[in-house]
């Protein structure tokens, strides 16, 4: 029996030290919102973190921020978060070239990954049109 817990206990330590110790939640607060002659399109969203596993390691949470049409991903930002227990917001932004309006479909994917797994979180669509 004593081996058991020792092998339990060191499972636990191991699998601890080796990977992500944050736990990361992300919410969006500010939608992107479409309309005629749309020149930029932003969305806000708060994250904060929760220690999972702590001593695991990696003290780090990097979020991926993709602005998506129907043909695919236009422009990325990555986000960094450490341990932050408190919410802390950023806004991410699309704009057209000068001089130019936004014409398709657009929406946010937020992708990380931490201690829980994989995550993705997709804002609302925002039609932009240029009648």
Same mark, same amino acid.
Request: proline share 6%; aromatic share 14%; net charge negative.
């Given at each position: 029996?004593?081996?058991?817990? #020792?092998?339990?206990?060191?499972? /636990? #330590? *191991?699998? /601890?030290? $080796?990977?992500?110790? *944050?736990?990361?939640?992300?919410?969006?607060?500010?939608? &992107?919102?479409?309309? $005629?002659?749309?020149?930029?399109?932003? /969305?806000?969203?708060?994250?904060?973190?929760?220690?999972? /596993?702590?001593? +695991?390691?990696?003290r780090n949470v990097r979020v991926l921020a993709y602005w998506m049409t129907a043909q695919g991903n236009?422009?990325?930002?990555?986000?960094? #978060? +450490?341990?932050? &227990?408190?919410?802390?917001?950023?806004?991410?932004? %699309?704009?057209?070239? &000068? +001089?130019?309006?936004?014409?398709?479909? %657009?929406?946010?994917?937020?992708?990380? $990954?931490?201690?829980?797994?994989?995550?993705?979180?997709k804002s609302q669509e925002a039609v932009c049109i240029v009648p």
């Amino acid at each position: 029996m004593k081996k058991l817990w #020792f092998f339990l206990l060191a499972g /636990c #330590f *191991l699998g /601890c030290t $080796q990977k992500q110790e *944050l736990s990361l939640t992300l919410q969006i607060t500010s939608q &992107p919102q479409g309309g $005629q002659y749309v020149t930029t399109l932003s /969305c806000t969203f708060e994250a904060y973190t929760m220690e999972v /596993c702590p001593g +695991g390691g990696i003290r780090n949470v990097r979020v991926l921020a993709y602005w998506m049409t129907a043909q695919g991903n236009h422009k990325e930002t990555e986000y960094s #978060f +450490g341990p932050t &227990p408190d919410p802390i917001s950023y806004t991410t932004t %699309f704009s057209a070239p &000068p +001089g130019m309006f936004l014409d398709k479909t %657009f929406w946010v994917e937020f992708h990380w $990954q931490d201690a829980n797994g994989s995550h993705v979180v997709k804002s609302q669509e925002a039609v932009c049109i240029v009648p």
